[in-house]
């Protein structure tokens, strides 16, 4: 019964990360009303759970074809770097 559920959430997995973690643990408290065993995993005491599984997805480091602007802090795509200065890279538009 429960790999019917788990199968399609295996793909967002790998294509969304961010959204299938959310989604999957309300889902998992509505499935687990009529599982007994499972009520423990959304009990409110539970919340350092959630948490460091949104620190985990919310901290994502720049791509190896991207880099962080030092002027705006923003990730930016290699195609829009202009040069390098003592502190970092810095994207056209804060170059120009
Ligand atoms: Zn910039």
Redesign the pocket.
Known sequence: MATDYDAPRKQEDESDSLDALKQSIPTKQNTSVDDEGDSSEYSLADGPDLSEAELDVVVLPPQENEFT?V????V?HHSQLAYENDLGP??K??AA
């Open positions: 602007c002027e705006c802090f923003l930016k810095v994207c538009d804060c």
